[in-house]
Every structure is written in C-alpha cells, then in structure tokens.
C-alpha cells in the first residue's frame, strides 16, 4: 500500500515499511500519473535536445526521477507529448528502462496515451487501455 510518494508498507505486512526504491516502482506503474505529474517526479530538467526516435522528431530533455537517478523525458517535437521515458530500474542499477506512450486521446480536455510499451532489457510489457475515466462519482474503492 502507497501513502504518498515517499512511503508505503507490504500488504502481507502492514507494519513492515517498503524502502523508497520499492514506493518508486510501484509508482512507476502508475502510467497515467506519470504524464499528469511530469513536474513532480521529475527535477533538474536540462534544455532539450533535438533528435529523431522511430523517424519522429523529439526534444529529449535530461533530468533526475525522484530517487535522483539520471533519466531522459522524450517529447514529440510537433506535439510535445511525452512519447517515452529512460528511468534506471532502481532494482538493477546498470538497467535502463524505457517507457513509450502512443495513441493519445482526449478524456475531460486532457490528452491521455492509451498504448505504453515498457521495455525492460529486451522484454516488452504492452498495456492498451480500452477505457480512462477521471472523477467518476459513484466509484467505490472495494
């Protein structure tokens, strides 16, 4: 269970606190979020630099994730989406993942990627949302 960003405890364990690597990849999870929240997880941005990922123009901007480990943000350069992330997998120090977000939609005037590929050494996680709602009234947390 996620308190904040900072703290949490094993749900076998409620007593047992998760160390801050294991808050950031549970929140690392948390897709959606990430894009929302790009100027709280991230910090020391340097300017961008233009290049070409997949024949697509980006500005790759360097910065720190909340453990300040070096990552690099990628921005469509005609959009300026965010079209993929570089972070260190706080698990495995020498391993870079790489977070891509594409087919974005509007949802409640916010553009929202609905296909994100994490690729983790070679392995490829693929989520495809079907359905985003924010601030459904009759939610229940069960």
Known sequence: MI?????????????RPLSKEDVYTIRSHEFQNIVLELNTRYHDFEGPTKVQIDGIPVDQVNAKDELSHPCILSFDHNTSL???????????????????????????????????????????YVFNFIKLQFNIPDFEYK
């Open 3 to 15: 308190k904040n960003k900072t703290n949490g405890f094993s749900i076998s364990d409620s007593v």
């Open 82 to 124: 965010l079209t993929s992330l570089e972070i260190q997998n706080p698990g495995t120090i020498n391993e870079v993942l790489t977070i891509k977000f594409s087919n974005w939609k509007k949802i409640e005037n916010l553009l929202m990627p609905y296909h994100v590929v994490i690729d983790q050494s070679g392995k490829n």
